[in-house]
C-alpha cells in the first residue's frame, strides 16, 4: 500500500525546481519546445491555431521539406516537449536534421493550449469538460488542415505516442474523411484496448475511480497542472539527488511503465520533470479508465441519464475501428505495463490497414524509453526512418 500511495503521489506532480538542490539543472530542463529547438536545430516557427469548439492550440514547427510533412502527437498529461527532451539525439531533432518538415500539436488543456476564445480555465471548469474523444474529433483535424494548407500538401505523416495514438484512432473512426489525409500512422505504445494493463498500472487505474470522485468533489477539474499544490511538494521531493532518482523513477515511475534504468541516467531526471507532466482535464483520465474497466474502445460514458441526452442510448457507443483506413504501423515492447502486447494485438485484429508491426527486440524496452530511452535513437529510430521513407 505504501507503494501505491507514493505512485499516486508521484503522478500528482511536474518540474524540478528546488532550490535546496545539490546538484545543478541542465539549462534543457527549463527551456520550451521553441528552446529546444533553436538550440539544436536554429530554427522554429510556432502558431496559435482555434478548435471549432473555441480551444486555442499550441503548434511548434521545425521548417524542412514542405513536402514531407510530419506531425507528432503527445500522449496523457504530456506536450510535445517529450519528442524534443533528448536534445540532438531526439527523434523531433533527428527527423529535422533529415529535412522531414516538423510539427508538433499541443493537445488543449496542457501547458501549451490552456487557453480558450471565452472560458478561463482558472475560473471556468467548463473548459476542462473534455477527454480523448474531443482531441481527436476537434483538436486534430484542426492541426492537420492547417499544416496541408501551409505545406501545400494533399497528406502528411504522423507519429503518435501513448495517448497520442488513441486520439488519432477517434478521428480515423468519427471523421473518416481525414483517414486519406494521412499517408502513414505509426503508433509508438498504442493505447486502444486497456484490458491486460499489468501492475501496478492496473492498480492505479482500479483505484482511480476513487480519486476521481475525490476530485470531483474538490471541484478539481484541472490534474496535474504546471502550477498546482501537488507540483509543488513533488518539486521538493523529487530533487536532483540520488534520493530523488530512486524515490521518483525507481520506486515509482518505473512501476507503471516497466523499466530500464540504465536506460533513463539520475542526470536526465531534471529534464523530465522540467517538462513532465504537463496537465490535463480530470476527464480525459476518466475515460482512459472507463475503456480499461468496460473492456470497451468506447465514447466517455456520461452514465445512463447522460448517454441518453449525448447519444440517445444508454450505453456510451463504441467507436467504429473499421473506418480507420489509413496506413498504420504498430510498434509494441514487451516490457510496456500500458501498451501490452495483448492490447495491441486486440488492436491489430480491428484496423482494416496495418502496413507493419514490429515488436521491439529488448525486452526490458518500456513504455517510456520510446520518447526518454538514451539509446533509443540506435536501437529505434533507425527503424522509423525505414518506415517514413518507404511510404513518403
Avoid at 304 to 316: D, K, P
Avoid at 320 to 327: D, G, I, R
Amino acid at each position: 500500500m505504501r507503494q501505491i500511495v507514493m505512485l499516486l503521489l508521484i503522478a500528482s506532480g511536474s518540474g524540478v525546481r528546488t532550490q535546496n538542490s545539490l546538484v545543478d539543472i541542465p539549462e534543457d530542463a527549463v527551456m520550451t519546445f521553441n528552446d529546444l529547438a533553436n538550440k539544436y536545430v536554429h530554427k522554429c516557427e510556432e502558431y496559435d491555431l482555434i478548435t471549432e469548439d473555441g480551444y486555442i492550440l499550441k503548434l511548434f514547427r521545425i521548417p524542412g521539406d514542405e513536402r514531407k510533412p510530419i506531425l507528432f502527437i503527445h500522449g496523457a498529461v504530456d506536450s510535445s516537449d517529450s519528442f524534443i527532451v533528448r536534445g540532438n539525439s531526439s527523434l523531433a531533432v533527428e527527423l529535422a536534421k533529415d529535412n522531414y518538415d516538423v510539427w508538433a500539436i499541443n493537445l488543449r488543456g496542457n501547458r501549451y493550449s490552456r487557453r480558450h476564445t471565452t472560458m478561463d480555465p482558472d475560473t471556468d471548469s467548463k473548459f476542462w469538460a473534455y477527454s480523448v474523444h474531443q482531441f481527436g474529433y476537434y483538436d486534430l483535424p484542426t492541426a492537420i488542415d492547417f499544416i496541408l494548407y501551409k505545406t501545400k500538401q494533399n497528406q502528411l505523416s504522423s507519429i503518435g505516442y501513448s495517448e497520442g495514438t488513441t486520439t488519432m484512432y477517434v478521428l480515423g473512426a468519427t471523421r473518416p474523411e481525414y483517414n486519406d489525409k494521412v499517408k502513414i500512422f505509426i503508433s509508438l505504445a498504442p493505447i486502444c484496448y486497456l484490458h491486460n494493463v499489468l501492475p501496478y498500472m492496473s492498480i492505479a487505474m482500479d483505484l482511480a475511480p476513487i480519486v476521481n470522485d475525490a476530485l470531483k468533489a474538490l471541484k478539481q477539474e484541472e490534474v496535474l497542472g504546471s502550477n498546482s499544490s501537488s507540483t509543488a511538494f513533488v518539486n521538493t521531493l523529487c530533487s536532483p539527488t540520488k534520493i530523488g532518482y530512486q524515490l521518483c523513477l525507481l520506486n515509482g515511475l518505473f512501476l507503471l511503465t516497466g523499466a530500464d534504468a540504465k536506460e533513463i541516467e539520475s542526470s536526465f531526471l531534471p529534464v523530465i520533470l522540467g517538462h513532465f507532466p504537463a496537465g490535463t482535464s480530470r476527464r480525459n483520465l476518466l475515460h482512459l479508465v472507463q475503456i480499461r474497466a468496460k473492456k470497451r474502445f468506447a465514447n466517455y460514458d456520461f452514465g445512463m441519464v447522460g448517454n441518453l441526452l449525448h447519444y440517445n442510448s444508454l450505453a456510451a457507443p463504441e467507436y467504429n475501428l473499421s473506418k480507420v483506413t489509413m496506413k498504420v504501423a504498430l510498434i509494441a515492447a514487451k516490457n510496456d505495463k500500458i501498451s501490452t502486447i495483448k492490447d495491441v494485438n486486440l488492436l491489430r485484429k480491428q484496423l482494416p490497414n496495418v502496413v507493419d508491426y514490429k515488436i521491439i527486440k529488448n525486452k526490458l524496452f518500456n513504455h517510456v524509453d520510446y520518447i526518454w530511452g538514451r539509446s533509443t535513437h540506435k536501437t529505434l529510430h533507425p527503424y522509423l526512418f525505414k518506415l517514413m521513407k518507404k511510404y513518403q
